[in-house]
């Protein structure tokens, strides 16, 4: 893998983890087109996870360090005797909400990994996800105002969230347009629903590093291939905390259909590829 191989997937990885156009359809197209071997290109995949979940960490980093404070505080209080008192503040409440999201997203993941993988392989697969991403942005774009933040949030409304996180590990699926989707759906108001969708994107991307460490880096990496990935995985951060606050300001400002447009014609000239050549 080249230097310029490197940087076009960690942009690539960086901008569609966020944006609701679906990174894992744009590396699998990617690795397709460069004639990359996903086997080869695992552990920077893997890498590059971590290199948008510090995207995360910077943008959302008092909300993060506040959940991890109630988490202590939750401990406490069970060992005191007082209970989880979920409803004790917002904070505690949001990290109950993210908790549960996960539940969901994780068993999809684990029941249907050996499906989701051989999903990757199929073009046609792929750009059918584009298709439904698509869809259900243009269905987002098209709701109301919303009112529900997280006090009024209910614990069905982070199992639907979460069931559609699960749902966008399918490849052309995009996770942040899903997520967001279902928090819409759910009645939360837009600057919360896009800030919940990232949030439990946290677990939801340490969770798939845990998974697939082990695999991809047990041949190792050659010498010769750490720099490319320090490069790809400096420009997935750096495009990725641009992407954030870019669908930040979009979500709010209900300006969803240029990527309904891309992700429709993308998913033509996948599948119209795919039926001519592949």
Same mark, same amino acid.
Not at 140 to 148: S, T
Not at 174 to 186: N, Q
């Given at each position: 893998?080249?230097?310029?191989?490197?940087?076009?997937l960690?942009?690539?990885?960086?901008?569609?983890e966020?944006?609701?156009?679906?990174?894992s359809?744009?590396?699998?197209?990617?690795?397709?087109?460069?004639?990359?071997?996903?086997?080869?290109?695992?552990?920077?995949?893997?890498?590059?996870?971590?290199?948008?979940?510090?995207?995360?960490?910077?943008?959302?980093?008092?909300?993060?360090?506040?959940?991890?404070?109630?988490?202590?505080?939750?401990?406490?209080?069970?060992?005191t005797?007082?209970g989880?008192?979920?409803?004790?503040n917002?904070?505690?409440?949001?990290?109950?909400?993210?908790?549960?999201?996960?539940?969901?997203?994780?068993?999809?993941?684990?029941?249907?990994n050996?499906?989701?993988?051989?999903l990757?392989?199929?073009?046609i697969?792929?750009?059918?996800?584009?298709?439904?991403t698509?869809?259900?942005?243009?269905?987002?774009?098209?709701?109301?105002?919303?009112?529900?933040?997280?006090k009024?949030?209910?614990?069905?409304?982070?199992?639907?969230?979460?069931?559609?996180?699960?749902?966008?590990?399918?490849?052309g699926?995009?996770?942040?347009?899903?997520?967001?989707?279902?928090?819409?759906?759910?009645?939360?108001n837009?600057?919360?629903?896009?800030?919940?969708?990232?949030?439990i994107?946290i677990?939801?991307?340490?969770?798939?590093?845990?998974?697939e460490?082990?695999d991809?880096?047990?041949?190792g990496?050659? %010498?010769a291939?750490?720099?490319p990935v %320090?490069?790809?995985?400096?420009?997935?951060?750096?495009s990725?905390?641009f992407?954030?606050?870019?669908?930040?300001?979009?979500?709010?400002?209900?300006?969803?259909?240029?990527?309904?447009?891309?992700?429709?014609a993308?998913?033509?000239?996948v599948?119209?590829?795919?039926l001519?050549?592949?």
């Open positions: 893998m080249t230097y310029l191989q490197a940087i076009i960690g942009l690539a990885q960086g901008l569609s966020f944006l609701p156009i679906s990174s359809g744009h590396l699998a197209l990617l690795q397709y087109f460069f004639g990359v071997d996903a086997e080869q290109v695992l552990p920077f995949a893997v890498l590059l996870h971590l290199g948008t979940l510090i995207s995360v960490f910077i943008v959302y980093w008092n909300d993060i360090v506040e959940l991890v404070k109630e988490l202590g505080a939750v401990i406490k209080d069970i060992f005797g007082k989880l008192r979920v409803n004790a917002p904070t505690r409440r949001l990290g109950f909400m993210i908790i549960v999201a996960t539940i969901p997203t994780a068993i999809i993941g684990l029941v249907f050996d499906l989701f993988a051989s990757y392989l199929s073009l697969a792929i750009g059918t996800g584009l298709v439904i698509g869809a259900i942005l243009l269905i987002a774009e098209k709701m109301g105002k919303n009112n529900k933040g997280v009024e949030m209910k614990f069905r409304h982070a199992l639907f969230v979460g069931l559609m996180q699960g749902v966008a590990i399918c490849p699926i995009s996770r942040s347009g899903s997520t967001l989707f279902g928090g819409l759906i759910s009645g939360l837009r600057e919360f629903a896009v800030k919940f969708a990232f949030l994107s677990p939801s991307i340490l969770g798939s590093v845990i998974v460490a082990p991809a880096f047990k041949a990496m050659s %010498i291939q750490i720099g %320090i490069a790809g995985v400096v420009v997935a951060a750096l990725g905390l992407a954030i606050k870019a669908m930040i300001k979009l979500v709010s400002n209900k300006k969803l259909t240029g990527f309904t447009i891309y992700v429709w993308l998913a033509i000239f599948i119209g590829y795919a001519m050549f592949a």
